[in-house]
């Protein structure tokens, strides 16, 4: 028989404890295998980060996804990886989350290899131990490059809509029913603060004959010369449409009466200076009327109708007047026939 005594009892238990001791590393270095191959063969992009945001583990997913190899992609923070200087709110948002180790989700771009941005949906999430201690961070990426290169290019095509829609579509100006929409509003500007705007009313005063000598096909080159003359006149915040026919409309937002006659001066000269029809040899005048804001009634309710008829009338004046002439707005003025 054998007995055991006290000494040898403790050897045993330490012995035990020893072989406990390994086995739980063995668990424990199985279980890390076993994750590091489930992170290795997952389609999900993850990274594993400590709890100051340093880089600890990048999968083949998510190091393919920036563009780099794994050794490479594991090197440095998440502020390496999440710069976000163009978007200060989502950086201090995303950077509050990892220093707390909070949960946090959100659409953001990532520095990838060579300088390209990849848009992304990001998960981040605290890494519990038990009692609650968070021991770091695991992040999720899933690219959603594609889906905003489409919401891009859906918001370009949708922009062009809008501008074709505002477009008259021979000669490239604005359409009327935009330049009625502009004028609204800055008629309602205007009237609300006291500024002036004006009217310029045209219209090409020999464009029958052109049309009765050269066709209707050399009438479309005279409004689209016309019209590439007109442009160079204005200022940028001027709005130039082709109103209907051989008739264009110019807004002139803060103009007075005596400015904008010198801008309709300017306009009927670029025009008279051209020559047009197939061999150039037509001369086209033009003839203009010119009317403010501050002619309207501010009490009617209808300030767009009513200055666009006020410059009507003050174009109907140099018509008769034997064309080629500007005339302003006064309250003298006949009023054109009905048509």
Not at 304 to 330: C, E, H, M, N, Q
Request: net charge negative; proline share 3%.
């Amino acid at each position: 028989d054998y007995v055991v005594t006290d000494e040898g009892g403790e050897y045993l238990r330490a012995l035990v404890g020893r072989l406990e001791a390994v086995q739980e590393r063995d668990a424990q270095a199985n279980q890390a295998a076993r994750m590091a191959d489930a992170l290795a063969s997952t389609s999900a992009a993850v990274i594993i980060a400590d709890r100051a945001g340093g880089l600890e583990m990048v999968n083949e997913a998510c190091a393919h996804l920036l563009g780099r190899d794994v050794a490479d992609a594991a090197r440095g923070t998440l502020a390496d990886l999440f710069p976000l200087e163009d978007e200060p709110r989502i950086k201090a948002d995303f950077f509050a989350a990892v220093h707390a180790g909070r949960e946090w989700a959100g659409e953001t771009r990532v520095h990838a290899e060579g300088g390209e941005r990849v848009s992304c949906i990001i998960t981040l999430s605290p890494i519990r131990r038990p009692g609650g201690r968070t021991d770091g961070l695991v992040l999720t990426l899933r690219d959603v490059s594609d889906r905003v290169a489409m919401e891009d290019a859906l918001r370009a095509a949708n922009r062009r809509l809008a501008e074709q829609a505002s477009r008259d579509a021979l000669t490239g100006l604005y359409n009327r029913g935009y330049f009625h929409e502009v004028l609204e509003r800055e008629m309602a500007r205007a009237v609300r603060y006291g500024d002036v705007l004006s009217v310029v009313m045209v219209d090409l005063d020999q464009f029958k004959e052109v049309n009765d000598l050269h066709g209707h096909a050399a009438g479309d080159e005279v409004l689209c010369e016309v019209a590439r003359l007109l442009r160079p006149a204005l200022r940028d915040g001027d709005v130039l449409a082709r109103y209907g026919g051989d008739e264009f409309c110019v807004l002139l937002p803060n103009t007075d009466a005596a400015a904008a006659e010198v801008v309709a001066e300017r306009l009927c000269a670029s025009v008279k200076a051209a020559g047009y029809g197939p061999e150039g040899t037509s001369k086209i005048l033009l003839s203009a009327g010119v009317a403010t804001s501050a002619d309207v009634r501010t009490d009617d309710g209808q300030h767009t109708d009513s200055i666009l008829r006020l410059a009507d009338r003050a174009l109907y004046a140099s018509k008769g007047g034997g064309g080629g002439i500007v005339t302003v707005y006064s309250s003298d003025l006949e009023d054109p026939p009905e048509a």
